[in-house]
């Protein structure tokens, strides 16, 4: 069941900079420059992009935990690159169905923006509302449908989110692989997949893209002002839409068939921005 209240009392804001803190002591980088989520099926990425400057175990930062899914990383890298970039690489991510409260799922890139990330890309693994994109497909999100019911936002906080998702970053992954189609990604509370019926409204609602991560990251990411890119991997068809019945299992095979290929995508993608 989804807890809705928080347990820590700490501001959310004190505890990412005392995260923050940690990983400057512990990676000796004092600044990062990308926020980098690695979801299901993309965690090859993080050996692509760069020198592996120092690794942390999540589990050992304040605020953060070990990863609950198969599949994620227990681990945050700092990465530099050839440009001379840093990339805080986050390898696991909290889900609102943890039941850790939203401002643990909010965490990482309220913790990204303390380092002085000013960039954050979101990946994840996600079903397919559209027949057209078969398992293995990166998608660009240019928006998304919050479904959960909850908000990283506390107070009177008010956050424009229209263009909440960075044409500019957008456009810079297009020079890379102008074939990316871009979709609309709607988030469900989890952790059971959606049905039938719930896939079908999405899809009416203008979704063409369900998972349960992603859109309360990117609206805290948009609160601190970082520039978002999110890309979706489809690792199945939705259901409804799948003949076939749902599993985790499968959404790894799809991410490690596709792997290599987004792995580098995402990569040459981080060296551009």
């Known amino acids: 069941m989804i807890q809705h209240a928080e347990i ?6 004190d505890l990412a900079q005392q995260a923050a803190q940690v990983i400057a002591q512990r990676t000796g980088v004092a600044r990062h420059d990308i926020a980098l989520v690695l979801g299901s099926g993309w965690g090859q990425a993080a050996n692509l992009i760069g020198e592996v400057v120092a690794e942390v175990p999540a589990a050992e930062v304040p605020g953060f935990h070990a990863p609950a899914v198969a599949g994620h990383v227990p681990v945050m890298r700092s990465i530099r690159t050839e440009g001379g970039r840093h990339v805080l690489v986050l390898g ?3 889900h609102y169905y943890e039941g850790k409260g939203v401002r643990a799922v ?5 913790t990204a923006a303390a380092c002085g990330a000013t960039i954050a890309v979101l990946t994840n693994g996600c079903g397919g509302v559209n027949p057209d994109w078969a398992p293995g497909q990166p998608v660009l999100i240019r928006d998304h449908i919050n479904l959960t019911g909850a908000s990283p936002l506390e107070g009177a906080t ?9 044409q500019r970053l957008r456009d810079l992954a297009h020079e890379v692989d102008s074939s990316l189609p871009e979709g609309v990604y709607a988030q469900f509370p989890g952790p059971h997949y959606e049905t039938p019926a719930e896939v079908k409204m999405a899809g009416i609602l203008g979704a063409d893209l369900v998972g349960m991560s992603t859109t309360l990251e990117a609206i805290a990411a948009r609160e601190a002002k970082m520039e978002v890119l ?5 690792t199945n068809h939705a259901a409804g839409i799948s003949p076939t019945a749902l599993s985790h299992e499968e959404v790894i095979e799809a991410g490690a068939q596709a792997g290599p290929r987004i792995s580098k ?7 551009r921005l």
Do not use: C, K, Q
């Open 92 to 94: 696991s991510r909290t």
């Open 8 to 13: 820590n009392e700490t501001s959310p804001f």
């Open 106 to 110: 909010a965490h990482g890139m309220r």
């Open 158 to 166: 008010f956050v424009d989110l229209t263009d909440l998702y960075s």
């Open 265 to 271: 995508l995402l990569a040459t993608i981080v060296e």
């Open 230 to 234: 999110a890309i979706s991997l489809v």
